[in-house]
């Protein structure tokens, strides 16, 4: 995509940079588990202080690249490297990353301040240096007047505070974070996530997360990796991610989005204007801003976000503009937004999300209501893969 | 009956009328009484008694409740003191705790690596370990114990064996049998079971993860199974060497069918007592004694464990 995808959250991109150097290196990794390819000839970079997402569903192999990094599992083939060093065959005990993990793993023998101590005795740190360290640590996480207590004597949230403070004891380079708040209900979630990112900004480290959510790889990442069956559908900053997935995998799992599947019915040339695809399928013709490397006759997806889609009761109009009439089949009242699924003639559905800018008192577009749905010929995006 | 209505009322959580929960309360209670209570203050009462040649050996016999302060005051701690006076009896006590002390350890040591494997082990044949581990318990425990006789004597099993290899000329003999090593030998075997199984319920539950947080933050797998494993599994040791330390102290089959004469334990001397003198009131008071030697170290641990949780 050439064009500029609105602000990203820092002026912080150094893989767009040719000369930086990747502080952790995927080379050709291709982990077997028996017969099960679990990770398949990946190759992926991450930069330095980077807080990097793998994203995908459970057996993906994301949790399995997490862990040959940490040094739990071995690559079957291809290579590791971390600040150019191949890691190959050092143990866990001896590898500069640390883990936060799914259960937390809290050791429920200790104390909290033991817990967050473990690493650092591990060190031969003197003492003095680890009280400091581990109050620092305390105050950080807010947990100063739990030091005393044992795991099963907190809470979910304060555990999963302990495990993040002992994870973080040690300044490891790298912080893995195994689905970290998974256990934790969506308004914990969402503060713990803003937290982590001001975390991972202060302490200048390279965050690597593992997560099957979505919502979350999007509000805290740099970039994130969509995986699938071991291997990256594709890599790039959220808002790429959302607004130019590269497949119809992507597309369809990041958010909501309306898939339709045609064929290339003219090129830009043909169209006159440059960069504009004309999609065909089933008698519904559909004009896109773009350029693209299929030619005619290629089967194609064409993809377009429900919140790109404006909903009407009035024909456009510009008999020209992308059109597709129906009746209203359902309406998802989600507070924020109505997601309305429009049913054509023929049979098919299409989604459009209309913002509840007032609130509601008489619908405007009801049920059984004819409709139009119109979006512009930059909205959506054609898919080949 | 309001009463009982109330009392079923689904508001407390508990449904049925109020006698059936009381009957599920009182059976175990029952059980403990008749089996347990009674028989032993029927005991207790013997070892405050004297020797006679009668039917039963013993005097005072309760006569009703008319001569009960008569029946009451022939009651002494006779046997008690002479326990004291004797130092065969002391002489037992602490070979019994000795000995007991040593297989428990014994049972440790090789009963930990081996519920650790068990523990270890891919879950598809853990099942198959454990059933590996009761397996002995199929064949009678007087069988087993005699099957050692026929490898421990001197012209048995392990000196043929020893013989054929090599490792033992052929007018050798192996000098283990009527030893404490037999019986050490004979307990650790008996007793295995009862170690493993309360170790492996321990570690198997213990998750996996923890071994690798412990590896992540820097602790290589010697130290975190000291730092982590074996904390862990504290409830199990205590557990199986409770199990194994408590019988062995009274065991009696194993010393008296592989130990030698010098061999002194508790069980044999209580034995001696009741079968070879037909002392019953001083046998009871030996068995008295055992009992309050194992309850009390018990006691003092279960308010432990209290305080701790």
């Known amino acids: 995509m050439a064009k500029s995808l609105g602000p990203v959250k820092r002026k912080f991109s150094p893989w767009t940079d040719p000369n930086a150097v990747p502080f952790i290196r995927f080379e050709n990794i291709t982990k077997r588990?028996?017969?099960?390819?679990?990770?398949?000839?990946?190759?992926?970079?991450?930069?330095?202080?980077?807080?990097?997402?793998?994203?995908?569903?459970?057996?993906?192999?994301?949790?399995?690249?997490?862990?040959?990094?940490?040094?739990?599992?071995?690559?079957?083939?291809?290579?590791?490297?971390?600040?150019?060093?191949?890691?190959?065959g050092v143990p866990p005990y001896r590898r500069p990353t640390n883990m936060m993990f799914q259960s937390y793993a809290l050791f429920p023998h200790m104390s909290v301040e033991k817990n967050i101590a473990f690493g650092l005795e591990q060190d031969n740190m003197p003492r003095g240096e680890i009280n400091a360290r581990v109050q620092e640590m305390l105050k950080l996480v807010k947990l100063e007047q739990f030091a005393k207590r044992k795991p099963n004597q907190l809470s979910g949230g304060q555990r999963q505070r302990v495990a993040l403070a002992r994870s973080l004891a040690k300044r490891p380079k790298v912080l893995l974070l195994d689905?970290?708040?998974?256990?934790?209900?969506?308004?914990?979630?969402?503060?713990?996530?803003?937290?982590?990112?001001?975390?991972?900004?202060?302490?200048?480290?390279?965050?690597?997360?593992?997560?099957?959510?979505?919502?979350?790889?999007?509000?805290?990442?740099?970039?994130?990796?969509?995986?699938?069956?071991?291997?990256?559908?594709?890599?790039?900053?959220?808002?790429?991610?959302?607004?130019?997935?590269?497949?119809?995998?992507?597309?369809?799992?990041?958010?909501?989005?309306?898939?339709?599947?045609?064929?290339?019915?003219?090129?830009?040339?043909?169209?006159?204007?440059?960069?504009?695809?004309?999609?065909?399928?089933?008698?519904?013709?559909?004009?896109?801003?773009?350029?693209?490397?299929?030619?005619?006759?290629?089967?194609?997806?064409?993809?377009?976000?429900?919140?790109?889609?404006?909903?009407?009761?009035?024909a456009p109009a510009d008999p020209s503009v992308n059109a597709f009439y129906g009746e209203v089949w359902d309406i998802g009242y989600l507070g924020d937004f109505s997601l309305f699924i429009v049913r054509s003639e023929d049979g098919r559905f299409m989604r459009a999300a209309q913002a509840n800018v007032s609130r509601l008192v008489d619908r405007p577009i009801t049920f059984e209501d004819r409709v139009w749905l119109t979006w512009p010929r930059d909205a959506g995006l054609v898919l080949t893969r | 009956m309001a009463n009982v209505v109330a009392e079923a009322n689904p508001a407390t959580g508990t449904g049925g009328p109020s006698w059936t929960r009381?009957?599920?309360?009182?059976?175990?209670?029952?059980?403990?009484?008749?089996?347990?209570?009674?028989?032993?203050?029927?005991?207790?009462?013997?070892?405050?008694?004297?020797?006679?040649?009668?039917?039963?050996?013993?005097?005072?016999?309760?006569?009703?409740?008319?001569?009960?302060?008569?029946?009451?005051?022939?009651?002494?701690?006779?046997?008690?003191?002479?326990?004291?006076?004797?130092?065969?009896?002391?002489?037992?006590?602490?070979?019994?705790?000795?000995?007991?002390?040593?297989?428990?350890?014994?049972?440790?040591?090789?009963g930990y690596p081996m519920a650790l494997a068990m523990a270890r082990a891919p879950t598809s044949i853990r099942p198959t370990l454990v059933m590996l581990v009761i397996l002995p318990f199929w064949?009678?425990?007087?069988?087993?114990?005699?099957?050692?006789?026929?490898?421990?004597?001197?012209?048995?099993?392990?000196?043929?064996?020893?013989?054929?290899?090599?490792?033992?000329?052929?007018?050798?003999?192996?000098?283990?049998?009527?030893?404490?090593?037999?019986?050490?030998?004979?307990?650790?075997?008996?007793?295995?079971?009862?170690?493993?199984?309360?170790?492996?319920?321990?570690?198997?539950?213990?998750?996996?993860?923890?071994?690798?947080?412990a590896s992540d933050l820097g602790c290589p797998p010697w130290k975190a199974f000291w730092k982590i494993t074996f904390p862990l599994s504290l409830p199990g040791v205590i557990a199986g060497s409770m199990i194994c330390f408590i019988p062995i102290t009274g065991e009696f089959v194993i010393p008296d069918l592989l130990g030698g004469a010098d061999t002194l334990m508790i069980g044999k001397t209580l034995w001696t007592e009741f079968f070879g003198n037909r002392d019953w009131p001083l046998a009871s008071a030996v068995a008295v004694i055992l009992l309050i030697m194992l309850v009390i170290p018990i006691m003092i641990f279960q308010n432990q464990q209290k305080k701790v949780a």
């Open chain 1, 33 to 88: 588990f028996g017969d099960f390819v679990a990770v398949d000839n990946l190759t992926l970079d991450i930069y330095e202080r980077e807080f990097f997402s793998l994203l995908g569903p459970s057996g993906c192999g994301k949790t399995t690249l997490m862990r040959m990094l940490a040094g739990f599992e071995e690559p079957t083939e291809g290579r590791i490297l971390l600040q150019g060093q191949d890691i190959r």
């Open chain 2, 139 to 213: 064949t009678s425990f007087l069988i087993r114990v005699y099957a050692w006789i026929g490898i421990l004597k001197p012209d048995g099993l392990l000196t043929l064996l020893l013989q054929t290899i090599g490792l033992m000329g052929p007018d050798q003999q192996v000098q283990i049998f009527r030893t404490d090593y037999a019986v050490f030998i004979g307990i650790v075997y008996s007793y295995l079971p009862f170690m493993v199984l309360p170790l492996y319920a321990a570690l198997e539950k213990m998750d996996h993860s923890l071994l690798e947080a």
């Open chain 1, 179 to 314: 689905e970290p708040l998974g256990a934790l209900d969506k308004k914990l979630r969402e503060e713990t996530q803003f937290e982590l990112m001001d975390l991972q900004q202060t302490l200048g480290m390279t965050f690597l997360i593992v997560t099957h959510d979505q919502e979350e790889a999007m509000t805290v990442s740099d970039r994130i990796a969509v995986m699938d069956k071991g291997i990256i559908m594709q890599v790039a900053t959220p808002a790429e991610i959302y607004e130019a997935p590269n497949s119809r995998y992507v597309a369809d799992f990041i958010g909501d989005i309306n898939i339709i599947e045609g064929k290339i019915a003219d090129t830009a040339s043909a169209l006159g204007a440059p960069g504009t695809v004309k999609i065909e399928s089933d008698g519904l013709s559909i004009a896109v801003d773009q350029e693209c490397q299929a030619v005619k006759g290629d089967h194609v997806a064409f993809a377009v976000r429900p919140e790109k889609v404006r909903i009407s009761p009035d």
């Open chain 2, 22 to 110: 009381w009957l599920v309360v009182a059976v175990p209670y029952i059980w403990l009484i008749l089996f347990f209570v009674a028989p032993f203050l029927i005991i207790l009462k013997i070892s405050f008694s004297d020797t006679a040649i009668s039917i039963p050996p013993y005097t005072p016999l309760f006569q009703g409740f008319g001569a009960i302060g008569d029946f009451f005051s022939q009651l002494d701690f006779e046997n008690y003191i002479f326990l004291t006076e004797d130092p065969l009896y002391i002489w037992s006590y602490l070979s019994s705790l000795r000995i007991a002390a040593i297989s428990t350890l014994l049972l440790l040591l090789i």
